[in-house]
């Protein structure tokens, strides 16, 4: 039942099951269709689509898509071994991994893979290796545009670090990961002027044993989603 309206209350709209799968670990709202990995494949379907059309992107090499992001107009995915920009892959992963997440963050495309946390070209169409230099988190000089860098911005000095959410709230954008049983949220500020990022500074420590899995930034808020539950953070 819908009673948001003032004076009003009525019935919300029918729910639809436009897709049954156990194996689906992410998905986007990707401008007028839903994206979503299913296993190793990546899939799309328009939500109104009353045949249910499943339509295939790409086939992941045979590894599951672990993230996607989109800046509402483009996808870029992940699985265990590349990184891909719609049905193009765009990064190669050397040592292929569960622990990888990508984020599209203020015009910025950034990836988590391992302990390093990158920040890549969102308007690359051909492969390559993930980057090695290193930008200003990882004490390197480079001072990069907004849409074609790619560089290591951080790199954890715990070996076991997993980044796992990325996402922003003014000019400021927000990183969580974890390593066993201690959780980190790291701050990331864009300077106006020359758009450089800053190195992450770490603003936010949940108790000892609460795994953080996912944050999103809303009307002001910040919200973790944890292995213990919802948190909210103003």
């Not at 019935?11 to 990707?30: H, R």
């Not at 991994?97 to 988590?112: D, S």
Request: aromatic share 8%; proline share 4%; charged share 15%.
């Amino acid at each position: 039942v819908d009673v948001w309206t003032n004076g009003q209350v009525s019935l919300l709209k029918n729910t639809v099951e436009i897709v049954n799968s156990s194996t689906i670990k992410c998905m986007a709202s990707v401008y007028d269709k839903l994206v979503y990995g299913e296993g190793a494949n990546l899939r799309s379907i328009v939500p109104g689509d009353t045949a249910g059309t499943v339509t295939n992107i790409v086939t992941a090499h045979g590894n599951d898509y672990l993230s996607l992001t989109t800046d509402g107009n483009l996808h870029w995915s992940a699985c265990q071994s590349h990184i891909h920009r719609e049905s193009t892959t765009i990064y190669t992963i050397s040592s292929a991994t569960n622990n990888v997440v990508v984020g599209c963050e203020k015009q910025y495309l950034l990836a988590g893979v391992a302990k390093n946390l990158y920040i890549l070209d969102q308007t690359r169409t051909t492969s390559t290796a993930l980057p090695t230099i290193a930008g200003p988190g990882t004490g390197g000089g480079t001072t990069p545009p907004v849409y074609n860098t790619e560089y290591i911005l951080y790199s954890s000095p715990n070996p076991n670090w997993v980044w796992t959410s990325f996402t922003s709230n003014g000019s400021v954008i927000y990183a969580a990961g974890y390593s066993g049983a201690v959780s980190k949220i790291y701050k990331i500020t864009i300077d106006p002027d020359t758009l450089l990022l800053s190195a992450p500074i770490v603003v936010a420590e949940l108790p000892t044993g609460e795994q953080v899995y996912t944050i999103k930034s809303y009307l002001g808020f910040l919200l973790i989603g944890t292995n213990k539950g919802i948190r909210d953070w103003e």
